[in-house]
């Protein structure tokens, strides 16, 4: 009976041991798994971070360096493929504006009609100082004008006109005066009308504002009706100078 009553508590004290041991083996791998954790909590940490600092990273403005060759920062940031202003205008010398030849104007355009057109463009005179041939209708656009003088003898050759006994049969298209010359563009509604346009001029000549020398008329067909072209080159010295010099 004594026996198997130190038996048992030997059995008891020897599980109580092993318990105790087991206790402080389980503690221990308890203390190490504590120990751990803020390592693996740290590390997760850091890689959250990461792509914070990557999207920081590219937001934040990198400033171009300078360019090897000293150009323009602007072209050292241009991408590959493109073109830059600053390199458009290295590419484009600055040409200087074309100087008007000596002797010459700027041309301002004087509205043509399409009777006209083939007439006009056709006809050209002899340059008396080169000797070379010049269309007409590049002389007389690049004349000036005349202010104190073109502006009343248009008027007056267009009042006097519409005023003709034969204006009827005529539609006057346009009269230019610059210079030393006046252009009368005029439109017969036949091909009847001719003599008609001459007694114009003519009675035009007897005018005490009339002062033009030499007077040219073209005529050409154009869809049944008659364009006619005049030209009226004006005197150096007015009739009335002229007079009084004799």
């Given at each position: 009976m004594t026996s198997s009553t130190s038996k048992g508590t030997a059995y008891v004290s020897l599980g109580l041991m092993v318990g105790v041991v087991l206790g402080w083996t389980a503690r221990g791998v308890v203390d190490r798994d504590e120990d751990a954790l803020p390592v693996q909590e740290e590390s997760q940490a850091a890689t959250e971070s990461e792509p914070a600092n990557e999207a920081r990273a590219t937001s934040d403005p990198i400033e171009p360096q300078a360019p090897p060759s000293g150009r323009p920062d602007s072209i050292a940031s241009t991408p590959e493929g493109e073109t830059s202003e600053a390199e458009i205008e290295e590419q484009q010398p600055v040409q200087a504006a074309p100087q008007t030849p000596p002797g010459d104007v700027e041309r301002r355009a004087i509205p043509v009609s399409d009777a006209h057109a083939s007439i006009i463009y056709s006809q050209s005179t002899q340059d008396e100082?080169?000797?070379?041939?010049?269309?007409?209708?590049?002389?007389?656009?690049?004349?000036?004008?005349?202010?104190?003088?073109?502006?009343?003898?248009?008027?007056?050759?267009?009042?006097?006109?519409a005023n003709h006994a034969d204006a009827s049969k005529f539609s006057v298209f346009h009269i230019e005066c610059r210079t030393t010359m006046c252009e009368i563009q005029v439109i017969g509604f036949d091909e009847s009308t001719s003599p008609d346009w001459s007694r114009i001029l003519y009675d035009m000549t007897v005018q005490p504002w009339y002062e033009f020398g030499q007077v040219g008329t073209t005529v050409g067909r154009y869809q049944g009706q008659l364009a006619?072209?005049?030209?009226?080159?004006?005197?150096?010295?007015?009739?009335?100078?002229?007079?009084?010099d004799q």
């Open positions: 100082e080169t000797g070379e041939r010049r269309r007409i209708r590049d002389i007389l656009e690049s004349e000036e004008r005349d202010e104190s003088w073109s502006y009343f003898m248009e008027q007056t050759l267009r009042m006097f006109i006619l072209l005049t030209r009226l080159t004006r005197l150096t010295q007015s009739p009335a100078t002229q007079q009084g």
